[in-house]
């Protein structure tokens, strides 16, 4: 083989930068967030958005060295939650301080979460957001960068809501009081990716008609 044709290959077949991975990721497992946390197939729902975000988190912490898997938190999830319902809610809002006053540790501290907690907070003025904005958003923000890459933060809540002119991503990362066995397995985060997208072309197409009437979100039985 000849040393033009090894840096060829080379070329060709290099490793991608950890961004174009992240960015290539979401697009194959993130579907938009809409305003249903639920995990039922009538209409869209954000549970696999709002896991894809905690996956991604693996990426980022494993890519920085850590040796630890990040996993999800009930309570840090409930934080997460109830500040995105106050941001969607409350339009003046536009970061990690909420209505009355609080910010992220109030918040999980009142969820019962016990240990530090961090946030990054996404809002899109419009209906919708997508994976690839979100990364981009959290990852080049030297900020929340250095909270997503913390090896520290081995827990997690995310959630995700949206209205018509506005919508809101929460994640919370914590630091528990009393260290959980989170050794590192190179194991993601459920759930497996659809990489084929077969669920959102399912719901366009079924819904489709009723988006052309105007009427969104669709009926709970999908036209005939």
């Known amino acids: 083989m000849t040393v033009q044709t090894s840096r060829s290959l080379y070329t060709r077949y290099r490793p991608l930068p950890l961004p174009v991975l992240?960015?290539?990721?979401?697009?194959l497992a993130?579907?938009?967030?809409?305003?249903d946390n639920d995990n039922n197939t009538l209409i869209p729902n954000n549970k696999r958005f709002n896991d894809g975000v905690l996956a991604n988190v693996f990426t980022v912490q494993h890519h920085a060295g850590c040796t630890n898997d990040v996993r999800p938190n009930k309570q840090l999830q409930?934080?997460?939650?109830?500040?995105?319902?106050?941001?969607?809610?409350?339009?003046?809002l536009d970061g990690d301080t909420g209505s009355d006053g609080s910010n992220p540790q109030d918040r999980?501290?009142?969820?019962?979460?016990?240990?530090?907690?961090?946030?990054?907070?996404?809002i899109n003025q419009s209906i919708a957001i997508s994976g690839v904005d979100l990364i981009n958003r959290w990852y080049y923000n030297p900020d929340d960068l250095a909270i997503m890459s913390?090896?520290?933060n081995s827990q997690m809540g995310v959630w995700s809501l949206n209205n018509p002119g506005?919508?809101?991503?929460?994640?919370?990362?914590?630091?528990?009081?009393?260290?959980v066995n989170t050794e590192g397995e190179n194991i993601p985060p459920d759930p497996s990716p659809d990489y084929d997208a077969s669920d959102e072309l399912e719901f366009g197409f079924?819904?489709?008609?009723?988006?052309?009437?105007?009427?969104?979100?669709?009926?709970?039985?999908?036209?005939?």
């Open 150 to 152: 913390n090896c520290a």
């Open 22 to 27: 992240l960015i290539a990721a979401t697009l």
């Open 78 to 92: 409930l934080a997460a939650q109830r500040h995105a319902e106050d941001l969607l809610n409350n339009r003046a």
């Open 206 to 224: 079924n819904w489709f008609p009723w988006i052309l009437r105007g009427v969104y979100p669709p009926p709970g039985n999908p036209p005939q």
């Open 108 to 122: 999980a501290n009142a969820a019962g979460y016990q240990g530090q907690v961090t946030e990054t907070v996404a």
């Open 30 to 35: 993130s579907p938009t967030a809409h305003a």
């Open 166 to 179: 506005r919508t809101v991503v929460v994640a919370v990362y914590g630091k528990p009081a009393q260290p």
